[in-house]
């Protein structure tokens, strides 16, 4: 009976793994379960984490208007990246890749710093002077920002409709990375923090 119970302890981002020895359960209290955002959680374990305080960005592959390409490669590890670890930047010809994308609510300014200066890195090596680079890099955060807002926006349309119970859990999940990243990234006003994502 306490399985389930212990089970969710474990993938709450602050988790209390467990072990049992001659019939005795021992909890110990550290982080297990801190890698899955709250996207992650509902996929695989079909619950909708509240306390949990990042959010990994979906792959993209964005061309945004004098800022070039801005790519952010998909997770293919077992294992999402720890949430405060810093992605790996590569400089290309066209704009810049990353190895991921996570944004903490606790630690806006790690992934504000880390691509402001990435941006303006790639934007500085095509020519472009420091102050235009330092307004470019912004549109790029926001462009970020926007696709995986959008991205979101299209999973509530698609489970909107739908009379399967965990629609809705999946939808509140989606609601919850958004304003997650909105928040990191500075939206404007009419973004998901601030308004439910509609279709």
Do not use: W
């Amino acid at each position: 009976m306490l399985l389930p119970l212990i089970d969710c302890l474990n993938h709450h981002h602050r988790g209390a793994p467990y072990r049992i020895d001659d019939g005795a359960m021992r909890i110990r209290i550290a982080q297990y379960g801190h890698r899955r955002d709250g996207l992650d959680l509902v996929l695989h374990y079909g619950h909708c984490d509240h306390s949990t305080p990042f959010a990994h960005s979906a792959p993209l592959d964005l061309n945004v208007e004098g800022v070039g390409r801005i790519q952010v490669e998909q997770q293919v590890c077992r294992r999402p990246a720890h949430p405060l670890a810093p992605p790996r930047v590569t400089l290309e010809a066209d704009g810049l890749k990353l190895s991921h994308l996570c944004c903490h609510l606790h630690h806006p300014e790690r992934v504000q710093v880390l691509l402001r200066l990435a941006l303006q890195g790639s934007l500085r090596s095509r020519g472009h002077s420091p102050a235009e680079a330092e307004h470019l890099a912004e549109r790029g955060l926001k462009a970020i920002g926007e696709a995986n807002e959008q991205l979101l926006r299209q999973l509530v349309a698609a489970v909107g409709g739908s009379a399967h119970p965990g629609a809705s859990v999946l939808a509140e999940a989606a609601q919850r990375q958004a304003s997650i990243v909105a928040a990191v990234l500075r939206l404007q006003p009419s973004s998901a923090s601030h308004q439910p994502l509609r279709a």
